[in-house]
């Protein structure tokens, strides 16, 4: 069961990046996707989730209307379209599934199953 990011860069301010998570042992269809990342000496922090059933997403403020999430079932993958980047966007962008049944996204307690190695994404002044 493994995830692979990809799409990751180096990227002005103001430009767009569009990462990929393409899973492989697994059906990302049952799980619900999150979009995680963590800068040098920072904490990690959730950035986007999507739902199990796809219908809802949600995002952290400081990327709203900037990122969009996107699951593809048929191509087993979820993607992240990242625009207006900033250079505090500047981290290791990892994808993370994990069961769950609720409704909406998950809890931010909520603890993912499965991670991918990360891509980097550095945004340049």
């Known amino acids: 069961l493994t995830l692979a990011e990809s799409g990751g860069g180096l990227v002005q301010t103001g430009g767009s990046l569009r990462l990929s998570c393409v899973a492989s042992?697994?059906?990302?269809?049952?799980?619900?996707l999150a979009w995680f990342r963590q800068a040098p000496g920072k904490e990690r922090e959730r950035v986007a989730c999507?739902?199990?059933?796809?219908?809802?997403?949600d995002y952290r403020d400081s990327v709203k209307g900037r990122f969009l999430i996107s699951r593809d079932n048929g191509k087993n993958s979820v993607t992240l379209q990242m625009n207006d980047l900033r250079p505090e966007d500047t981290a290791t962008y990892f994808c993370?599934?994990?069961?769950?049944?609720?409704?909406?996204?998950?809890?931010?307690?909520?603890?993912?199953?499965?991670w991918g190695h990360g891509t980097q994404v550095t945004v340049s002044l």
């Open positions: 999507m739902s199990t059933d796809g219908a809802t997403s």
């Open positions: 993370a599934v994990t069961h769950y049944e609720g409704p909406g996204c998950t809890p931010p307690s909520k603890v993912y199953d499965y």
């Open positions: 042992g697994f059906p990302l269809q049952f799980y619900a």
